[in-house]
């Protein structure tokens, strides 16, 4: 006769949505806090890395270095939310340039779809860090090129012409 072996059970909920859909953070002592927003502390340089928990006053209530110690449901509401939180189209190709003074007109196609946007001028367009540029548009909106090596032919000659 086999005995199965003890199931362990799971961690406690330590992320609940309430019934406006704002996220709340259960802390060590028991207490529940919220809402809270979840805030990528690296997110472009290290994207899916550590993320804090910012209070209903602007206050950290929480800092997860790594969000391995959370159950499998929390950790999918957590990415929900943060997703929901955080917009930073990735530009994937240039299709048009109205012009290469600035301001001048971009189309562009993204991981959101396709957008125009007016650049401001050729300091909107940041190096912030190897192989990485932010362009900023003329609302504030950043849009994000990971690797401008890796975009075709025609959308690096549209981009060098601004650098």
Known sequence: ?????PVDNPP???????????LHWRGDDGQWCGPVTPVRAFPIQAPHGEVALVGPHGHEVAYLATLDGLSADDRALLLQHLQRHAFLPRITRL????????PSTWTVDTDRGRTRFVLKGEEDIRRIAPGVLLVQDAYGVQYLIRDPHTLDRHSRRLLDRFM
């Not at 299709?95 to 600035?102: N, R």
Request: glycine share 4%.
């Open 95 to 102: 299709v048009e340039v109205s012009s290469f003074a600035t």
């Open 1 to 5: 006769m086999t005995v199965a072996a």
């Open 12 to 22: 406690p909920a330590r992320l609940r949505e309430d019934a406006l859909g704002r």
